[in-house]
């Protein structure tokens, strides 16, 4: 059974740097990709990014400069790093193995 | 990037009748290879998305039939028929087909 589990700090400091793991169960990372895709409050969905079932990496240009995604594969992790931020980035953070599967989401509130 | 319009923003369906959502992309969304990388999901409040339908026309495992989509390269319909009350949520088409991913702002349906 496939799941993803995003974990991290709920609350993170404007300027400061956030750090998310996904942890994944029932696919290996070297067979599919995993995008990272969040939601701000009450707005749509925005793909942040993916690491390729290879290893490569794609980021959305508008985060491309604040954004880093990378993989610990025998821990089973994708993990998401994002500096400089703002409150404009408090939102839902998903992790999906698109298109079929999503984790439950993590909130976090950027504060000023 | 590729803009997902979506239409209408709201719609309010009487139960047990049908809806139809519009969604259409800035660019072609068919591939050389024949397949058409447009998807749908369904977020109920509080939960993550959930997928509808994939590569335009194809149902996702455990996804009623009364959901369907269609379309051609740049303009999709997906259609709800005898709509139920666990149809409740908010719609979003998305294309896969190049980065970034990116997904129309979203239909709400709710019930009369």
């Known amino acids: 059974q496939v799941q993803l589990k995003e974990s991290g700090p709920g609350l993170v400091q404007a300027s400061e740097t956030l750090s998310l793991t996904c942890t994944v169960s029932?696919?290996?990372?070297?067979?599919?990709?995993v995008s990272w895709v969040r939601q701000p409050p009450g707005k749509g969905l925005e793909w942040m990014g993916r690491?390729?079932?290879?290893?490569?990496?794609d980021y959305n240009s508008a985060l491309k400069s604040r954004l880093s995604i990378s993989r610990d594969t025998s821990k089973s992790q994708v993990l998401l790093k994002m500096n400089s931020l703002q409150t404009e980035d408090t939102a839902i953070y998903y992790c999906?193995?698109?298109?079929?599967?999503w984790g439950q989401g993590v909130m976090v509130t950027v504060s000023s | 990037d590729i803009v997902m319009t979506q239409a209408p923003l709201s719609v309010s369906v009487t139960p047990g009748e049908s809806a139809s959502i519009s969604c259409r992309s800035s660019?072609?969304?068919?591939?050389?290879?024949?397949?058409?990388?447009v998807y749908w999901y369904l977020q109920k409040p509080g939960k993550s998305p959930q997928l509808l339908i994939y590569?335009?026309?194809n149902l996702a495992s455990g996804v009623p039939d009364r959901f369907s989509g269609s379309g051609s390269e740049t303009d999709f319909t997906l259609k709800i028929s005898r709509v139920e009350a666990e149809d409740v949520g908010i719609y979003y088409c998305?294309?896969?087909?190049?980065?970034?991913?990116?997904f129309g702002a979203g239909t709400k349906l709710e019930l009369k």
């Open positions: 998305g294309q896969l087909l190049e980065n970034p991913y990116t």
């Open positions: 999906t193995s698109p298109p079929h599967y």
């Open positions: 590569r335009m026309s």
């Open positions: 690491i390729r079932s290879g290893g490569s990496t």
């Open positions: 660019k072609s969304l068919l591939h050389s290879n024949g397949i058409t990388y």
């Open positions: 029932g696919f290996s990372l070297t067979s599919y990709h």
